[in-house]
Nanobody, 124 residues
Framework: QVQLVESGGGSVQAGGSLRLSCVAS????????MVWFRQAPGKEREGVAF???????TYADFVKGRFTISRDNAKNTLYLQMNSLIPEDTATYSC??????????????????WGKGTLVTISS
C-alpha cells in the first residue's frame, strides 16, 4: 500500500507560480513512475507531467516550458513547479504512482495509487 498526500494548491493571479508537493508513504518498489494529473470542472482528467525511477521526465504539450516535475527520494516527495500560470491551468491536481513494472506507457501507464488532489485556481 502507498499513500499519497498532495499540498501546495491555492489561488494565484495569472503569471504567478505555485509548487505542488506529493508525499508518499508506504512501500514503493525500486521501479516506479509517478504522474501529476489534473481535472478541471466539466473536463476529463489529463496527464500533466511524468517521472520514473530513472529520472526520465515527460510533459504534456500545454505545460512544456512552464512546469517542472521533480522528486526528492530522501523525503519521499514528488514536486510540480508551476510557473507562468494561466487561467486554463485551473484544476484539481492529483499525484499518482505505479509501484513496480509497467511504466512504459508514460501518462497512460496504469497507476496503482492516487492522492485526493489539491485545488489550483488561477485568476485573470
Amino acid at each position: 500500500q502507498v499513500q499519497l498526500v498532495e499540498s501546495g494548491g491555492g489561488s494565484v493571479q495569472a503569471g504567478g507560480s505555485l509548487r505542488l508537493s506529493c508525499v508518499a508513504s508506504g512501500y514503493v518498489a525500486s521501479r516506479y513512475c509517478m504522474v501529476w494529473f489534473r481535472q478541471a470542472p466539466g473536463k476529463e482528467r489529463e496527464g500533466v507531467a511524468f517521472i520514473n525511477n530513472y529520472g526520465f521526465t515527460t510533459y504534456a504539450d500545454f505545460v512544456k516550458g512552464r512546469f517542472t516535475i521533480s522528486r526528492d527520494n530522501a523525503k519521499n516527495t514528488l514536486y510540480l513547479q508551476m510557473n507562468s500560470l494561466i487561467p486554463e491551468d485551473t484544476a484539481t491536481y492529483s499525484c499518482a504512482i505505479r509501484s513496480g513494472d509497467g511504466c512504459n506507457n508514460g501518462f497512460h501507464s496504469a497507476m496503482n495509487y492516487w492522492g485526493k488532489g489539491t485545488l489550483v485556481t488561477i485568476s485573470s
